[in-house]
């Protein structure tokens, strides 16, 4: 699928500007022929009349009014004074019939004219005669290349007031059509958007947006259904965990049993723990799904990664760990909740410790190519190639390792997708293992 | 002190009482709001633990109830709900301190105590066992005014166990308190042991007796007699 660029209105506009074009370069062009060939066949009619008029007056007159037999030149010529018509009469040697009109140009008193001529044999008194009329064509240029100017202005400005029109009827039609489109884009979140129709006249629109607001609804209520659900779900089953949880700490901290019972309840209290923790990722991870979390915070990465390595610097030394930091790149801000984003980079940094038993652990911000990069990488025993791909899904488990990847890191994944944050895991086994985080910043 | 417990699971506000009666709180139990409101309206009251989802009424409700009748009582919401809205609500109607269930006990405690310090303004920053003695506001260790390194998380870990002195504290606790309740279900609690390794190691040389002593497999516990 082509990658959509142009708004509805732009391409209205611009198609219909461009056809425009078009008819209006045709115009251009197609006009002065047009009147050029029309004007010549009004001169060919004008120059056959004046031969009738012309043949009349011999008829009348004789041919010696014209051609006298002794005269020096056998021939008769006139023109006016602009030289705009000439009129020559002269013998003609021989007996080919001649009646054509063409253009031809003609060299009168050192000047260049250009004339439609038509050219007419005659007899009289057995000798033939040459009639030539022409009529200068230097008017019918002139009216020609005025015309194409006209044409050219004339449609130009044509061009522009119609586009003008156009568009702001485009505009005013499609108004309603952007309102919408807009009301879309600035709408977070179903439960944020507002059900008010626009004010429209177009049958197509209303539909449109009606059927819009319908889809919105529905979506609008599975996602509070969702949350209720899930909020439900948390009540029931931290409410008796919490009764359990409470009864214990009571048990443990008055501390009155045998050393083996209180092992005991400590067991049991260290199962519940890990039964609270799953319950309560699971929950987030539904949440996040449920876009139940605001991403309204400006955050700034790179000083909660330094709070994170704080909370987590000494764990680094009692584990003989090396910490490694460099913040190349000191500020990275985006829009998003810095509670879970805390949370990601918690979880990334601690599973790096758990796994890492000698070496080092690196946090690093970055410039690539412009985008700003977080890497958290290990000298840990690293993740085989087969099970690379799955660290990310839930409850994963390996035949060949007793590890589990858990939730922590499908939770880490799920955080970094909320905040359009590319992860990019790669890992050498027995070398170590590097997440690379990859941020779009707003 | 007394409190009012607004929680409609009889066995935990039962459990919740009998714990906050050990530290010496007056308490008082409401099943439902109906009875919350009869609490609210007739006894005076210092704190009030509410419970949002109550079988007759949003616990949220009765906040303006309490500002009414009770307006110098403090407000700590108890919800296993875990929506973030209710969290947002409670704090924009007026409560004090927010607590996801399950919490634990001594958390529930130590808000209260950090509650009553700023309430009632005491001067209760020094805490003080055989020679040593806490700052808690300066965060310094001392031992007959000489200070004692201690790293941040060893610190809080020191404290924790002082200020819950003669309480057994599981590794679990601890490790809540110190690195917070974070998403991880399998976190490692051993290296608490480290720390209190490296916290006796370092009061060793000022005074030999065995201040925490280690409940074993379980956790540790603070013993002073004062």
Redesign the interface.
Known sequence: MKKPRLKLKSQLVLVNALSKVVIILLLIFSIPWLINSLSIKDTDQNLEKKLDEVLVLIDSLGIENFIEDDSEFQAFGSYNILKEEYISIEILNQDTLINQISFTQRIIEDEMVDYRVLSYSYQYNHRFYLIEIGKSIATIMLFQKQMQQFVMIFMLIILVITIIIEFSIIQYFLLPFDLIIEKLKNTSHPSKFDYTLTNTSTLDFNYLERTIHDLMRKIETSFNNE?EY???V??E???P???I???L??I????NLS?ED??KV?ES??TL??L???I??L??LS?IENE???RKDEVELVSILKKVA??LE??IG?KNLELIQSFSASEIKLLGNEELLF?MF??LI??AI?YTNHGFIKIESLLINNQPVIRISDSGPGIEPEHLPFIFTRFRKFKTGKDNF???LA?AKKICDYHRIEVLVSSEFGIGTVFELRIKTS | MRILIVED?K??AR??Q??LEKEHFKCDLAFNAAQASEHITVNPYDFILLDI?LPDANGLDLIPEIHKHNSDAYIIII??????ADKVDGFNLGADDYL???????ELHLRIQAITRRKFGHSQYLIGFGNFSIDTKARVFQFNQIPIDL????YDLLSYLVMNKN????R??LTEHI??????????SN?ID??IKNIRKKMQPFDDSNWIKT?????Y?FESAE
């Not at chain 1, 443990?252 to 501390?255: A, N, R, T």
């Open positions: 949350r899930i909020s439900n948390s009540h089953l931290f409410t965990v919490s009764i949880q409470s009864k700490d009571n443990i901290m008055e501390g050393e209180m092992l400590y209290k260290q723990g890990r609270t923790k799953m309560r990722t929950l987030t949440r139940e979390y605001l704080g909370e000494e764990l009692a949370n918690y979880n601690n599973n758990k858990g939730l922590g939770l | 699971e066995s935990l459990e919740i009998h714990f989802g919800t296993a709900r875990g929506e973030l996801p269930k399950p919490f634990s006990l001594i790293t941040k998380k060893e309480r057994v504290l599981d679990m606790q690195w917070g309740a974070f998403f991880e279900d399998d976190f490692d290296y480290v720390h409940i074993r497999g379980v956790g516990k």
